[in-house]
T-cell receptor, first 112, second 112 residues
């Protein structure tokens, strides 16, 4: 069974901390994505990557950065966590759009 | 601007009835449209993809239609069961490729 694994289900961090969210996929997919999901706003794309060491900004990249050193791993970094970054973070990977996305279980991040 | 709209009000139906969910879009000309299921606290799960040249797609109790003239997709669950209770999201590939845009989803409740 193919999988996208996110390192933590729940995280609580303090304002100003640097936060790392890790995502690993075992499907050899080239495309990987980070979304955040908030009630009433749906999924919003933060960053995506279509190849190792490549990254593209999504719709809401401010306050975030990403790293993709290996094909299977895509990390999201909150440089200095703020309370408005409290959210559910979802990682996904895909071969191509027409095959659908495979999502991880999500990380619920609370910044206090 | 490009936009996807799903009914934000929850849909409540009785077990055994057909549930119909709507996805409308504007300023897109998508080649494909996807539907996902999301359970509370989990990542979305890919269900079905329909191509622009397909009017209808079926998978077990699921049926999706795609009307490119109306710019609308309908998602049907026949003989609905309480286990079908979840949020259902539609998604389109943004013109130009790479990025997928998700609707905010419609919550479905199936009562026994």
């Amino acid at each position: 069974d193919v999988k996208v694994t996110q390192s933590s289900r729940y995280l609580v961090k303090r304002t100003g901390e640097k936060v790392f969210l890790e995502c690993v996929q075992d499907m050899d997919h080239e495309n990987m994505f980070w979304y955040r999901q908030d009630p009433g706003l749906g999924l919003r794309l933060i960053y995506f990557s279509y190849d190792v060491k490549m990254k593209e900004k999504g719709d809401i990249p401010e306050g975030y950065s990403v790293s993709r050193e290996k094909k299977e791993r895509f990390s999201l970094i909150l440089e200095s966590a703020s309370t408005n970054q409290t959210s559910m973070y979802l990682c996904a990977s895909s071969l191509e759009f027409r095959y659908g996305y495979t999502f991880g279980s999500g990380t619920r991040l609370t910044v206090v | 601007s490009q936009k996807i709209e799903q009914n934000s009000e929850a849909l409540n139906i009785q077990e055994g009835k057909t549930a119909t969910l709507t996805c409308n879009y504007t300023n897109y000309s998508p080649a494909y449209l996807q539907w996902y299921r999301q359970d509370p606290g989990r990542g979305p799960v890919f269900l079905l993809l329909i191509r622009e040249n397909e009017k209808e797609k079926r998978k077990e109790r699921l049926k999706v239609t795609f009307d490119t003239t109306l710019k609308q997709s309908l998602f049907h669950i026949t003989a609905s069961q309480p286990a079908d209770s979840a949020t259902y999201l539609c998604a389109l590939e943004e013109t130009g490729g790479f990025k997928t845009i998700f609707g905010a989803g419609t919550r479905l409740f199936v009562k026994a």
